[in-house]
């Protein structure tokens, strides 16, 4: 049998191992969170209130779903003016318009 050839752990030396790669995962989650957790105001302070506030601003944004009614007209005379209330900034136009029959 040559010297390189692998030979199989005994169920001790394999249970070592797993044991050291536990150790591993929690000395690196240890760093994670001490990391996280350091400073004024910590990183994870600020993760948390960037959550509630943009939390706070979609349940408002929800609580106001009903669409409005964004183009109001009245005649008097022959005349019809109609106003939009709902402009469009990306195509900005005057939102008066009147017509006349």
């Known amino acids: 049998m040559s010297p390189l050839a692998r030979r199989p752990l005994p169920p001790q030396s394999r249970?070592?191992?797993a044991g050291q790669s536990c150790m591993e995962y929690v000395v690196v989650t240890?760093?994670?969170v001490v990391s996280l957790s350091a400073g004024n105001p910590s990183p994870l302070s600020l993760l948390n209130d960037a959550i509630r506030k943009?939390?706070?601003d979609y349940s408002f944004a929800i609580s106001i779903a009903t669409?409005?009614?964004c183009s109001q007209s009245t005649s008097a005379a022959g005349v019809t003016v109609t106003v939009d209330t709902c402009p469009?900034?990306?195509n900005p136009t005057w939102p008066v318009s009147i017509s006349t029959p």
Request: no cysteine; charged share 25%; proline share 7%.
């Open 15 to 17: 249970r070592r191992q």
């Open 30 to 32: 240890l760093v994670a």
């Open 54 to 56: 943009y939390y706070t």
């Open 67 to 69: 669409i409005p009614k």
């Open 88 to 90: 469009d900034l990306s």
